[in-house]
């Protein structure tokens, strides 16, 4: 399939449209991958997804480059996940007046 999808997407048309390459691309990432975190990620034996990039960034001298400081950035509690509550209609709706225009 990544064969003939990479075939379709050097010989097809360059109007986003007419080829179907972009669209299944973003079939797969909107869709395909996340049910597959969800699905495979956890299970006897499997760590979750994000424990491992957690393992895997969670390193003093990471935090000490990006943040100038050793300790994480503690986010208020009252807070919540309003922010994300906030912010993901907003990034939707850019989206789709940036694939409008």
């Known amino acids: 399939m990544l064969v003939l ?3 379709r997407g050097l010989a097809g048309s360059d109007v986003v449209a007419d080829n179907i390459v972009p ?13 597959s975190c ?3 990620g956890t299970g006897p034996g499997c760590s979750p997804v994000r424990a491992n990039l957690a393992r895997l960034t969670d390193r003093p001298g990471l935090c ?5 400081r050793r300790e994480p950035l503690n986010w208020p509690v009252r807070r919540g996940w309003w922010p994300a509550v906030v912010l993901s209609p907003s990034q939707v709706t850019l989206a789709s007046h940036l694939a409008i225009t």
């Open 5 to 7: 999808l990479a075939a």
């Open 23 to 35: 669209t299944t691309f973003w079939l797969l990432v909107w869709i395909a991958v996340p049910l």
């Open 38 to 40: 969800g699905l495979l």
């Open 64 to 68: 000490q480059a990006v943040l100038g």
